[in-house]
Structure formats: structure tokens, C-alpha cells
């Protein structure tokens, strides 16, 4: 969005959109913005949508920097946001090398999720990591259990101890 605030004469205007990363520029768009012709005796409006979509980036973890320019016509204030990214996870490797590794998110053993989102499950599995509910039952080899907000439990129990979390690592941990 760019808040215009009748700054900007109707017409097109040439927008550069461009993400930095360690390797470089890691996403990179070019859109025409365009500011309509206000009806008589109104004015423009406020804010014009500049781009709408998704973007994936495919890099390394680490400092990453959106850039908004406009290539003629206008000089928005801000335009820039640096945020961090990052994919790079340590997942324990089955077999004889007993090494962990990092790279992209490739789980090979299966994740229970307890009091985990459907949103969250569904990443997780566009990521190649296979779920299943936890429900309490133990599991005859060590795995993951992603915890998140369990219904009708609070962090603590009325006694002080972490309220299932102690079910959680009994079952994890066999």
C-alpha cells in the first residue's frame, strides 16, 4: 500500500520490488502503480494498493531486506524492512552417523502435535514433516512432540509443576 494523500497526480507510475538476502537480491518484482482520476469535487483516495501476492524465498537463513521504489514520478517515505529468515533447522539423522544436520526442514521422524493449530500442521506437512496427534500414549522409540496451547490446561498446575508437559517427555523420551 502506498498512503498517497492526494500527493501523486492521477496516472501510472513504474514501482520496483526487490528482496536482499545474503546471496544477493532473492525476489524481484516490477508492477505499474496506478493512482485513478479522483470524480469531480472528491478527492483521491488515501491509500493505493501497490502489490497483492505471495512470495517464497528460496535462501540461506539470515538478514533480509524489503525495498519498495518508485522509479519515477514519486519519493515515498520508508519503502525499506529488514526481517530475518529462518529455515535452517538441526533435525536428528537416523541411521549410523548419529550427526545432526541443518539444512531445509526434512524431519525423519514423525512429529506428534499436541494442542498445535491446524495452520501449523498443515505447514509442517508442506514441509515434508509427517504428523500425528499426540494422545498420551507412549511411543516405543524416542520422537518429537510439538507442544502448543493444550485446551483445560494452564502452564502450571495448581501444585507448581508443569501441568502435562511431564506426560509429554515420559512419552518422548522411552
Not at 524465498?57 to 520508508?78: C, I, K, V
Not at 512429529?111 to 514433516?129: H, I, M, N
Amino acid at each position: 500500500m502506498l498512503a498517497n494523500e492526494d500527493v501523486l497526480a492521477a496516472g501510472e507510475y513504474p514501482v520496483s520490488l526487490r528482496v536482499r538476502g545474503p546471496s544477493g537480491v532473492a525476489w524481484e518484482k516490477h508492477v505499474t502503480l496506478r493512482i485513478p482520476k479522483p470524480p469531480p469535487g472528491e478527492d483521491g483516495s488515501l491509500a493505493v494498493e501497490v502489490f497483492s501476492g505471495q512470495v517464497t524465498l528460496n535462501g540461506p537463513p539470515g538478514e533480509y531486506e524489503f525495498a519498495a521504489s518508485m522509479d519515477r514520478g514519486g519519493a515515498p517515505f520508508g519503502g525499506r524492512l529488514k526481517f530475518r529468515m529462518r529455515i535452517a533447522f538441526v533435525v536428528p539423522v537416523t541411521g549410523s552417523s548419529r550427526k545432526p544436520r541443518t539444512g531445509p526442514l526434512q524431519a525423519t521422524l514423525p512429529v506428534r502435535l499436541w494442542g498445535v493449530g491446524r495452520a501449523v500442521e498443515t505447514w509442517l506437512k508442506k514441509q515434508g514433516v509427517r504428523c500425528s496427534p499426540f494422545e498420551g500414549n507412549a511411543s516405543s522409540r524416542g520422537e518429537v512432540i510439538l507442544v502448543g496451547k493444550v485446551p483445560g490446561r494452564d502452564r502450571l498446575g495448581g501444585d507448581g509443576k508443569a501441568n502435562g508437559l511431564g506426560e509429554a517427555a515420559r512419552c518422548s523420551c522411552r
